[in-house]
């Protein structure tokens, strides 16, 4: 039963890769189309919420083989296993599928990760709450009270050490808040080091176990990069097409 529950962490692999696929061409065509076509980005949004739904789907029938591994190892004897792990997942899926729109994505890593890089090529400064961006159903109003605002927190592009932009950055996996992995090692010197998040107002504690690499936030800073370069060969621009003319400023007696 260890096996076949570890097995499910296998098929996740093509469907990470089909996120990554979906999220790079919706980014492509944001950065390099000046009139997108809302057909092609609404149908790459529909795909990412697929793999969103197929996520959450082998989760419960992963979810599933691991309760009926601890069921068998505790001793319990169970005549058809594969009939209760079929209705332990279906059970998990259904209650999935009973959620509303926003309660299947808008805390959803991998769509929070998707809108936001989206986001990040085309505005500064962060993301507002995804829920916002996603229209209410009946049902939102209960459950959404509850819900802990993710998508909505405040995205800086900073390291909280150093103030410079985010070199290799790495993410608290207790608070969520992101760092140059250089300086949290330096911060951090041995991998035993607990601290305080070096964030201001924060007083999560975090080691470099906590920390995880954050190639959805690189980019994120590489599109900021880009935007402020550009933003400056603007100004330098502006600046040169100035031209003063002095012999308008002669005084006539």
């Not at 068998?72 to 209705?87: F, N, Q, R, S």
């Not at 009973?98 to 990760?113: E, I, P, S």
Request: hydrophobic share 30%; glycine share 4%.
């Amino acid at each position: 039963m260890k096996t076949v529950s570890d097995a499910w962490n296998t098929p996740k692999n093509p469907l990470d890769a089909l996120a990554q696929l979906v999220r790079e061409s919706a980014v492509l065509l944001t950065e390099v189309a000046e009139d997108v076509d809302p057909t092609t980005i609404r149908m790459l949004d529909k795909t990412m919420r697929d793999v969103v739904d197929m996520q959450s789907e082998l989760d419960a029938r992963k979810n599933a083989a691991i309760g009926l591994r601890e069921r068998l190892t505790k001793g319990e004897v169970i005549a058809d296993p594969v009939t209760i792990w079929e209705k332990d997942a279906h059970r998990d899926i259904d209650k999935y599928q009973q959620k509303t729109t926003r309660q299947k994505y808008a805390n959803n890593k991998t769509y929070r990760d998707y809108k936001e890089e989206i986001w990040s090529v085309t505005h500064e400064g962060g993301m507002p709450p995804l829920k916002s961006m996603i229209p209410a159903e009946e049902g939102d109003d209960s459950d959404d009270d509850d819900d802990v605002e993710v998508g909505g927190m405040v995205v800086t592009f900073r390291d909280p050490i150093t103030k410079g932009w985010l070199e290799d950055p790495v993410t608290s996996k207790k608070c969520h808040h992101s760092y140059s992995r250089a300086s949290m090692h330096a911060y951090l010197p041995s991998a035993r080091d607990v601290k305080k998040c070096p964030a201001a107002g924060c007083g999560e504690n975090v080691s470099r176990a906590d920390l995880e690499a954050d190639e959805n936030l690189a980019r994120q800073v590489r599109n900021a990069q880009r935007r402020e370069q550009e933003q400056e060969r603007g100004k330098r621009n502006r600046k040169g097409t100035m031209i003063v003319d002095d012999s308008d400023d002669d005084i006539v007696e």
